[in-house]
Structure formats: C-alpha cells, structure tokens
C-alpha cells in the first residue's frame, strides 16, 4: 500500500497468521514447536540492498497479500478494493494511526488521549528494534552459556530508539500529572529551599529535562553509566531553558559524594534491566536527604503470569527475550529480571534494599506502573 509521499505502509488486519516463520495456522504452529527462528539476513530479491544499515531482519517472505485478503472478503459486503482503499484513508501514515489512538483514548479523559497522541515518536520503534537485533549472535551465545550481553553491545540504535519512545512522556506527562500525583512530593518540588532531584539511569536525558521544565525552582543531576547516552543528554540539553538547572554526569549512583543530598531520587524504565538492581536500589536510598523519597517507573505488568498472555506482556516478554534479560545477566550471580517485573518483586527488592515504606502510585498509564519507596 501506497500512502501519502509514496511512502510504504503495512496494514495490519485479522488476517491469519502472518509471521516470519509461517503464514499459515499450521506453519506458523509447527515453526514454533520447532523453535525455528525468523530473524535471519535481509532478503530483497530484484534489489540492491547491501548497503543498507540494517542486514538482518524478521522478514515475512512468500506471502500473497492480495490473494489473503480476497480470501478473507469473499462472501462480505466489503469488496477487496474499497476495504483496501479504506484501511489506507485509515491509516495510511502515522499521523492517522497516531489519531486513531487519540480517539480510542479520548474516552479515559484528558491524559490517555495525550499519553495516546504523543506516545511515541514512531520513527523510533525500527531504530529499538533493530539495536535489539544487533549483538544477535551475543544473544544467542549469552543464552547457551548462562552470560549477559553488555548494554553497550547494542548500539546507539536502541538507546536513540528507547529516546524517541520516551521522551513524548517525559516531556508532556511528567511534570503535568504523573508527579503531580504524588501530592507531597508535588509540593515539595514547588517550595523553597530549592529542591535537588537526582534522575538515575537518566538515558538520553529527557526525563532530568521534563522535571527540570516542569519544576522551576529545581536543579536536577542526570546520572548514567552508559557514556555515549550521557554525551546525547548533553547534546540534548544545550540551548534549552533549563541549561543553568541540569547537570549530566556518567557515574555510578554509589558515589560517596551523592550521599544524602538529594529530596527526590527517580528511575525510569531502567530497574528491570540492572544486574544488580538491589544493590542500586540501596545506593539510592543513600542517596535521599531527610524526607526524601525515590519514585520507581517500570513496564505495566500483570500481577501474575497467565497463559495465554496480554498482548502487551507478549511484547515485553518479546523485548526481554532480546534485550533487557541478557543485559541483567551480565556480571557474577545477577538478578536477570527481565522486562516483565512484576509488583512483588519490585517490592522485593525495595526490602532488601532496606526500604520500609513500599506504594504503587495511583497513576494511570497504558504502559508503565510508578512506585514510590521511603526510607
């Protein structure tokens, strides 16, 4: 399908099975039971592609679209042609189906059809996804050996793809209602003396920037171990307004000279991916000044595992395979998490860590559930 600009589009129906191992019931069933995998070398066949970025792919091959979907519309009222023509006015290019989830939102209130509108910059999603194929042969040998895959093996285009995922969050939602949820916190931001936030596994520097924004009596400290993401938070921060109030630093949270100074300490989309995610939990808690306390934001999972699964937790756990369980199990006896942790184990871990007050935060997101730990 052609949409505006001649760009290429797919349109993603219920039609089937169709998958990189099979496009049928049957073969898509017995392709699993076999583990076949589908990522493999890119395949365009009459084209030249060897000089594009991205050589491996999840490739779906010898499908017949249009015999699929004539299949699929036999005997409705639809003809092939109109259906085809209407799923392309719908979302024939990203704008549309950034539209579509407004509306689907628009009933939920004011924040989910922000949260849908501006949820992610979808250019981002092929950049994350193809960094989570990039060390595929790490991966694979990091599974038979029981080893992790460093973060770093994955390349700026998982740390710029997760970037254009987040940072519509970080810089509509952040400072308008996720933190405005948790009153005390809230004002304690607003108030003098000037409030000092430590934003830890700051990434791209988005979220240290939307704090910075919404709270203009607070300085923030970026903080990260990933040196090219800090050197992009950089980049990120000069010539914004908030400049003179946000310092990036590549360092770790267990910093002696940290201790104790900060009333807000935040981890955004970052614990399940740690080795060690008590031990950091435990720095960070050394972290807090007086009355100080950490706010946690992490994937919405399900309270427990169930078969068949969400649709969502299917993505995590997709995410996890690739990339977040391999870099959590790197190091000596690491805790390999997994993108799909759940509340109790959040908890857990914020005991061990020596926490004493534990709270899932009454804010509402598609994607992420917060958590706020005290001392």
């Known amino acids: 399908m052609t949409g505006p600009g001649g760009l290429r589009r797919v349109v993603v129906t219920g039609l089937g099975a169709v998958t990189p191992i099979g496009n049928t019931v049957p073969d898509f069933w017995g392709a699993m039971r076999r583990a076949k ?39 409705k009222v639809v003809p092939h042609a109109d259906l085809e023509a209407e799923l392309g006015r719908l979302v024939g290019d990203l704008r549309g189906f950034d539209r579509l989830l407004e509306r689907r939102h628009r009933r939920r209130g004011a924040g989910h059809a922000r949260e849908a509108g501006l949820r992610v910059e979808q250019r981002g999603a092929p950049r994350a996804f193809a960094g989570g194929v990039r060390p595929l042969d790490e991966v694979v040998a990091a599974y038979r050996s029981g080893e992790g895959v460093p973060y770093e093996h994955y390349g700026a285009d998982l740390y710029e793809g997760q970037e ?46 939307g704090i910075a924004r919404a709270y203009p009596n607070v300085s923030v ?25 946000v310092t990036f630093y590549e360092r770790d949270a267990a910093d002696p000279e940290l201790a104790g100074q900060y009333d807000l300490v935040t981890i955004f989309e970052a614990l399940h991916d740690m080795s060690y995610p008590v031990d950091v939990l435990r720095s960070v ?36 395979v690739l990339h977040c369980l391999p870099v959590g199990m790197v190091g000596d006896d690491p805790a390999g998490t997994g993108t799909v942790m759940r509340t109790d184990t959040v908890k857990r871990y914020a005991e061990e860590a020596g926490f004493r007050g534990f709270e899932v935060l009454p804010i509402d997101s598609d994607f992420w559930r917060f958590y706020r730990l005290t001392p």
Not at 228 to 240: F, M, Q, V
Not at 290 to 318: H, K, M, Q, W
């Open 37 to 75: 995998v589908g990522v493999g070398p890119l395949v365009l066949p009459g084209e030249d592609h060897h000089d594009l970025k991205i050589q491996i792919a999840a490739q779906v091959k010898d499908f017949d679209s249009k015999g699929r979907l004539r299949n699929f519309t036999r005997d």
């Open 164 to 209: 254009a995922f987040t940072r519509p969050l970080f810089t509509n939602l952040l400072g308008t209602e996720w933190l405005p949820a948790v009153d005390d916190v809230h004002k304690r931001l607003q108030a003098d003396p000037p409030a000092r936030v430590a934003d830890v596994a700051c990434g791209c520097g988005w979220s240290s920037i």
């Open 221 to 245: 400290d970026g903080v990260d171990l990933d040196g090219p993401s800090i050197d992009k938070a950089r980049r990120n921060l000069e010539g914004t307004d908030v400049a003179d109030r």
């Open 285 to 320: 808690k050394g972290m807090l000044a007086e009355g100080g306390s950490v706010i946690i934001g992490d994937e919405r999972t399900e309270d427990r595992f169930t078969a068949p699964a969400s649709d969502l937790e299917r993505l995590y756990y997709g995410f996890s």
